[in-house]
């Protein structure tokens, strides 16, 4: 056992045990689940900011490649690895004005870059988008829990 | 579906807009501040109304005489120089009628395209 007389005074009437000065690695979240802090402190502080109200998930995670899921009636948070989007185009060439489609997509941030910049929030379901200025995009789409996923576009006969 | 981008009349606009910022930039990219730019402009000015009335301006014959030159040649080398300025205005002219002219949007970015102007438009 860790003397108690050597352990630090914590200020906030927890007990300290030896095993609550591990470094232990959690992380911090919001409420849509996204990773916003990783720590690797003692455990009493997991516990000291679990009190002060942060909401936390106990584990080693990374900022974009994990995010937390909320398991059961009570929501419990689990930490979970943010997987590749598993949809893609149905197509990589399309005249000016045709649409490209990814079938019944997961709401999500769609972020393009060519002739015309833009974003669009789709908001779930089919995603059917087209250019009216040909050329060659980059298209990136974040529908989380999913890794954001680019794709390249070519748009019009002279791109 | 939804369609980003302007629609054919909006993009006709831009594009020549866009080429005018491209032909604007190459004919400044010696980097003459507008105050010298300006100077060029009325030389020029003076140069055609000599050409065309015979009056000799102040500007004019005070340079001529200091390049050793009578004033209907230094007259002559001005309006020579201010050449290259004309020939970036026909192309201009020309590639914006072939713009107002284009019947699809793939003929307009095939026009900038061959007119090597960056097209973009930021939707944010």
Request: proline share 6%; no cysteine; hydrophobic share 40%.
């Given at each position: 056992?860790?003397?108690v ?8 009437g927890?007990?300290v ?5 591990v ?9 849509t689940?996204?990773l916003?802090?990783?720590?690797s402190e003692?455990r ?6 679990l009190?002060a ?5 106990l ?16 929501r ?20 000016v004005?045709?649409?490209?489609t990814?079938p ?5 941030t769609?972020t ?25 995009y ?10 954001p ?9 002279t791109? | 579906?939804i369609?980003?981008?302007?629609d ?16 604007v930039a190459?004919a400044e ?18 140069a ?9 301006a ?9 390049r050793g030159?009578t ?19 026909i ?18 970015s095939?026009i900038?395209?061959?007119a090597k ?8």
């Amino acid at each position: 056992m860790f003397p108690v007389s050597t352990v630090p005074p914590n200020g906030d009437g927890l007990v300290v045990a030896e095993e609550d000065l591990v470094t232990t690695k959690f992380a911090s979240y919001d409420e849509t689940g996204r990773l916003d802090t990783i720590y690797s402190e003692p455990r009493i502080s997991y516990y000291r900011r679990l009190n002060a109200g942060q909401s936390l998930v106990l584990g080693e995670g990374g900022l974009t490649t994990h995010y937390v899921e909320f398991v059961g009636e009570a929501r419990a948070p689990v930490l979970r690895v943010r997987t590749e989007l598993e949809q893609g185009f149905d197509k990589t060439e399309i005249a000016v004005r045709e649409a490209a489609t990814i079938p019944d997509m997961a709401p999500g941030t769609v972020t393009f870059d060519g002739p015309v910049k833009g974003r669009h929030e789709h908001p779930g379901g089919d995603l059917v988008v087209g250019w009216t200025v040909p050329g060659v995009y980059t298209v990136t789409i974040e529908a989380f829990p999913a890794l954001p996923a680019t794709f390249t576009l070519t748009v019009g006969a002279t791109a | 579906m939804i369609l980003f981008g302007p629609d054919l009349g909006e993009f006709r606009e831009r594009a020549k807009t866009a080429l005018m910022q491209h032909l604007v930039a190459l004919a400044e990219r010696d980097a003459v501040p507008p105050t010298m730019r300006a100077k060029y402009v009325q030389k020029l000015a003076e140069a055609t109304a000599f050409k065309s009335s015979g009056v000799i301006a102040p500007l004019l014959a005070a340079e001529a005489e200091m390049r050793g030159a009578t004033v209907d040649e230094h007259a002559d080398l001005i309006i020579s120089m201010s050449a290259p300025s004309d020939d970036l205005e026909i192309y201009r002219m020309r590639m914006n009628i072939a713009i107002d002219t284009a019947e699809s949007e793939d003929e307009i970015s095939a026009i900038l395209n061959q007119a090597k102007v960056k097209f973009s438009i930021d939707l944010a």
